[in-house]
């Protein structure tokens, strides 16, 4: 079969990252990304685990080389491993360079062992604290033991972890040392992540738990010499080295407009919904085209029109105090 072209924005940015969020559910409840009573999608909403084969393999056949699946909670969607084995065979032909996760860890210990085998080589969990307490206040429903286990057992499959970390005012300010020295000790890397101003501030002001990662590196650097590292990912995350301990943090800081030029991923949503960036309300429904025809030159065709409207970058600014650019839509919707 001959080989399509590349998908190329308007802005000659060559997409090659495609993250899926495959389920909106979560068995956790983060106090800055979903509200405590959560109404889901009903179940026909959702593309079938075969549709997902479907979708993520047009992307890749496309020339996404990356491939990330979020959620909600991407290991509460039921036979998710079905769909995990299914995308082993990208990574066999050499098609697929990478297959991820990101996931709040709770079935880690369950999952581990599969998704190894499955080719996933790499994690990201997300931890915002290390006091027991503390965590079942932010994410409502979530128990630390289970997710430390669940690190344990990650590690224990050979997978690679990184932590990410969200810095929250107030909340985990004086763990900054101890969640890093954690991660140093077990051989992990650590990205703290800016809040972000998605779902509903009504309930939860979310200017009032912004910890810039500015002030959070000044802090870092009192105790430590930071050297700025030249590696990025295409993504908001820049990484510093810690000289005196050799390892790698990443600060994700969408708030400043410094990344969206080099900006190589779409977000798919579980029902479908193409967002050509996190930080605008555009989209695109690759659903209809999906299920309009087994061919899949329609769904091509739609891949293509939605890549030819990726916006230039995001409008997300607290710079005067208010939050600018706020989205309505949960971080659970997109996967973050
Ligand atoms: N459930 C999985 C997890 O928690 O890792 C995957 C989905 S979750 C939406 C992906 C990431 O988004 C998590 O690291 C989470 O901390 C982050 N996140 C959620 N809401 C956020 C917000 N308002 N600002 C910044 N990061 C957020
Ligand atoms: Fe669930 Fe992840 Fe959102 Fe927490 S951040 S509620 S674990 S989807």
């Given at each position: 079969m001959e080989t399509p072209a590349p998908l190329i924005d308007p802005f000659a940015r060559a997409i090659d990252y495609l993250r899926v969020s495959v389920t909106d559910r979560c068995d956790f409840r983060c106090v800055y990304c979903m509200s405590e009573n959560m109404t889901f999608?009903?179940?026909?909403?959702?593309?079938?685990?075969?549709?997902?084969?479907?979708?993520?393999?047009?992307?890749?056949?496309?020339?996404?080389?990356?491939?990330?699946?979020?959620g909600g909670e991407p290991l509460v969607r039921k036979g998710i491993m079905t769909f995990f084995e299914s995308?082993?065979?990208?990574?066999?032909?050499?098609?697929?360079?990478?297959?991820?996760?990101?996931t709040n860890g709770s079935q880690l210990a369950r999952f581990a062992d599969q998704l190894y085998?499955?080719?996933?080589?790499?994690?990201?969990?997300?931890?915002?604290?290390?006091?027991?307490?503390?965590?079942?206040?932010?994410?409502?429903?979530?128990?630390?033991?289970?997710v430390?286990?669940?690190?344990?057992?990650?590690?224990?499959?050979g997978l690679r972890v990184k932590i990410n970390a969200v810095a929250l005012k107030g909340f985990n300010e004086e763990e900054l040392f101890t969640i890093q020295d954690?991660?140093?000790?077990?051989?992990?890397?650590?990205?703290?992540?800016?809040?972000?101003?998605?779902?509903?501030?009504?309930?939860?002001?979310?200017?009032?738990?912004?910890?810039?990662?500015?002030?959070?590196?000044?802090?870092?650097?009192?105790?430590?010499?930071?050297?700025?590292?030249?590696?990025?990912?295409?993504?908001?995350a820049r990484y510093v080295k810690v000289e005196e301990t050799g390892q790698k943090i990443g600060f994700i800081t969408p708030l400043t407009?410094?990344?969206?030029?080099?900006?190589?991923?779409?977000?798919?949503?579980?029902?479908?919904?193409?967002?050509m960036c996190l930080g605008q309300e555009d989209m695109a429904d690759l659903r209809a085209p999906l299920r309009a025809s087994p061919d899949?030159?329609?769904?091509?065709?739609?891949?293509?029109?939605?890549?030819?409207?990726?916006?230039k970058g995001h409008d997300f600014d607290y710079s005067r105090q208010t939050v600018d650019g706020q989205m309505t839509r949960h971080m659970s919707h997109t996967g973050g």
């Open positions: 999608l009903p179940k026909k909403e959702l593309l079938t685990l075969e549709e997902l084969d479907r979708m993520c393999s047009t992307f890749i056949r496309l020339g996404v080389k990356k491939l990330r699946i979020t995308m082993t065979r990208h990574l066999d032909s050499g098609a697929l360079r990478e297959l991820t996760l990101t085998a499955a080719g996933v080589r790499r994690v990201n969990i997300s931890l915002d604290t290390l006091d027991e307490k503390k965590f079942a206040d932010i994410t409502r429903w979530g128990r630390l033991p289970q430390l286990n669940g690190i344990d057992a990650a590690q224990k499959a954690w991660c140093a000790s077990r051989d992990m890397d650590l990205t703290w992540i800016e809040v972000m101003p998605m779902g509903d501030l009504g309930n939860e002001d979310r200017l009032d738990q912004y910890w810039s990662l500015k002030d959070l590196r000044a802090r870092l650097a009192e105790r430590y010499t930071l050297t700025d590292l030249a590696e990025r990912s295409g993504g908001p407009h410094n990344f969206c030029e080099s900006c190589n991923r779409v977000r798919l949503t579980c029902t479908g919904e193409l967002y899949n030159a329609v769904l091509e065709e739609a891949i293509r029109a939605a890549i030819a409207q990726k916006p």
